[in-house]
C-alpha cells in the first residue's frame, strides 16, 4: 500500500462511524472505541494524526478477523468512495434497480460485452469494466443496502431484511449457472451472526467470486489444485466414535486411508437391536486453512450419484467441519463443528480416536456376527485414475482392455489444464463405466451414443 496522507485517516473514521460501516448502531461504535463522539467530532476526540493511525488500525483488524482476512479496510473504503462517486453520476433514480443489479452482474461477470442494451446503458455498463468499479458496491447501492459515502443518516435499521433482500437477488443470479442447487457461501450468508453493511459486503464479494469461479472450468481447475495444496495427510486410519472413545453408543465411525493422501474413506455404522448393523460409506476430505484451522470436508454416497446424473448438489449431498489445528497429525481428539447452515447434517461431530481394545474388539466383532446392510448399496463405486497420455489435442485414458479413449480437448475448456497428476479415469458404478474428471465433476457414460456425441474415439496406440 503506498503511503497515506494523514488525512486519509480523519476521512475514513467520520465514513467508517456515519454510514454505520463496521457496527449498526452509534452505540457500538462508542462502547467499541470508549467514547463519546458523532462522526463529525472525530478530529476535535482524537487530537493528533497518530492516535487517528491507531483508531483506524482497530477497525482494520476487526475487520480483517471477521473476515478471514479477505477485506482489507482501506480497500473497502476507496471502493467505496469510486463506486459510489460513479453510482452517483450514473445509476441514481433508475426505475426497476433490481433489474440494474442483474444485468449489471450479468454484464461484468458473464462478460456479455455483445450483449444489445440501448446506447447509453451500454456506454454505463462498459465504463464499469474500463474504471474497474466494484459491481459489489453498485449493486448494494441500487438495493439500498448501502448508503451514499457520505451519508448521516444515522443507524441501520431492519437490516436482517434487507439483507435477505440482496442475498436472495445473488441467489437468484447464481442458480443456474454452477453444480450447487444454492451455492455453500449463499448457505454460508445466510447463517452469518453478525449482520453489518461490512458483513454484507464481504459475504456478496464472497459469492460473486465464488460464482465466477464455478462457471470457469479453467478457474475451476486452479481452485481445485489450490484446495489440492491445503490437504494435509491427517492420521485417522482406525476407529472413533463420539463418546469419548469408550463403549457408550452403539454409533461409530471407521476412517478407511485411500491411494490419495488425506482422502479417506469414511463408514458410518450404527447397531441396531435386529443385530443389524447399518453402513454409510462418506468420502472424506481434510485440509488447512487460514488461522491454522483444520476442514473436514463429508460427501454424501449419492452426491457422486447426483453428479453422474448432472443434478445439482443439495444440501444433503455435502457438508464441511472445522476445528482449530490439531498439535499432531496423530491428534486423539477432533472437536468439529459444522461451518455452513445445513437442515440435514449434525451441528457438532466431537470425534475421539478409539484406542482401547475391547472397544475395538467389539467393533470388530460386530462387523463379523452382525448382518451388515449398506444404506445406499446403488452408490458403491470404483474409480480408476488412468489418464496414461496428454498431448496438445487430446487425453488419453485407459480402458478395460488395451485400448484409450482418445478425448478431444475443446469438450471442455478446463481440459487444457488437466495433467497426469489430477484425477481422471474410469469410475463404475451400477454395473456402467464413466469417463471421470473430478477435479472439475465431468462424467461421460463410455456407452456409444454419448462418446459419439463428444467425438470420444478408441484407438488402439496414441499419436
Not at 462508542?30 to 482497530?58: S, V, W
Not at 467441519?321 to 451441528?347: I, K, M
Not at 466431537?350 to 445406499?376: A, D, F, G, H, P
Request: proline share 3%; with cysteine.
Amino acid at each position: 500500500m503506498n503511503r497515506l496522507k494523514e488525512n486519509n485517516y480523519e476521512e475514513w473514521l467520520i465514513t467508517i462511524t456515519n454510514t454505520r460501516l463496521i457496527f449498526n448502531t452509534m452505540d457500538e461504535y462508542e462502547e467499541k472505541l470508549g467514547c463519546k463522539f458523532h462522526g463529525n467530532g472525530i478530529k476535535r476526540y482524537y487530537k493528533t494524526p497518530q492516535e487517528m493511525r491507531a483508531c483506524f488500525r482497530d477497525f482494520k483488524v476487526e475487520v480483517a478477523e471477521a473476515t478471514d482476512g479477505v477485506l482489507v479496510l482501506e480497500d473497502i473504503l476507496t471502493n467505496y468512495k469510486r463506486s459510489w462517486e460513479f453510482y452517483h453520476n450514473n445509476l441514481t433514480r433508475r426505475n426497476n434497480p433490481t433489474q440494474i443489479a442483474l444485468e449489471i452482474l450479468d454484464y461484468c461477470i458473464h462478460s456479455y460485452s455483445t450483449y444489445k442494451y440501448g446506447k447509453k446503458k451500454q456506454t454505463i455498463y462498459d465504463q464499469i469494466l474500463t474504471k474497474q468499479i466494484d459491481p459489489t458496491f453498485l449493486v448494494l447501492f441500487l438495493l439500498k443496502a448501502i448508503p451514499s459515502y457520505d451519508s448521516t443518516a444515522g443507524d441501520v435499521v431492519d437490516f436482517n431484511r434487507k439483507y435477505e433482500e440482496v442475498i436472495a437477488l445473488l441467489e437468484t443470479f447464481t442458480s443456474e449457472g454452477t453444480m450447487f442447487a444454492s451455492l455453500p457461501v449463499i448457505l454460508m450468508a445466510r447463517d452469518e451472526k453478525w449482520k453489518s453493511r461490512i458483513m454484507l459486503i464481504y459475504h456478496v464479494n464472497i459469492i460473486l467470486n465464488h460464482y465466477a469461479t464455478f462457471i470457469s472450468s479453467c478457474e475451476l481447475m486452479s481452485a481445485v489444485s489450490d484446495v489440492k495444496e491445503d490437504i494435509v495427510p491427517l492420521e485417522m486410519a482406525g476407529y472413533w466414535n463420539e463418546c469419548g472413545g469408550l463403549l457408550d453408543s452403539t454409533q461409530f465411525w471407521e476412517f478407511e486411508p485411500t491411494a490419495q493422501e488425506g482422502i479417506f474413506w469414511s463408514v458410518f455404522y450404527q447397531k441396531k437391536a435386529d443385530n443389524k448393523l447399518f453402513k454409510t460409506k462418506y468420502t472424506m476430505c481434510t485440509m488447512k486453512c487460514c488461522f491454522d484451522k483444520l476442514l473436514l470436508y463429508l460427501a454424501h454416497p449419492e452426491s457422486i450419484v447426483h453428479r453422474i446424473k448432472g443434478l445439482k448438489y443439495k444440501d444433503a449431498d455435502h457438508t464441511w467441519y472445522e476445528c482449530d489445528f490439531p498439535p499432531s497429525l496423530h491428534s486423539d481428539t477432533l472437536p468439529l463443528q459444522r461451518r455452513l447452515f445445513s437442515s440435514v447434517w449434525q451441528q457438532h461431530l466431537n470425534l475421539t480416536r478409539v484406542t482401547n481394545e475391547s472397544v475395538i474388539q467389539q467393533y470388530e466383532k460386530w462387523k463379523r456376527t452382525c448382518e451388515v446392510v449398506n444404506n445406499y448399496p446403488e452408490c458403491d463405486y470404483e474409480f480408476s485414475i488412468c489418464l496414461y497420455a496428454v498431448t496438445q489435442e487430446a487425453l488419453f485414458i485407459k480402458a478395460n482392455n488395451d485400448s484409450f479413449y482418445k478425448i478431444p480437448k475443446d469438450i471442455n475448456e478446463g481440459f487444457s489444464n488437466i495433467n497426469l497428476n489430477d484425477n481422471v479415469g474410469i469410475i463404475t458404478i451400477n454395473g456402467k463405466d464413466y469417463i471421470a474428471f473430478d477435479e472439475l465433476s465431468v462424467y461421460i457414460s463410455t456407452s456409444e451414443n454419448q462418446l459419439k456425441k463428444y467425438g470420444i474415439t478408441l484407438v488402439d496406440y496414441i499419436l
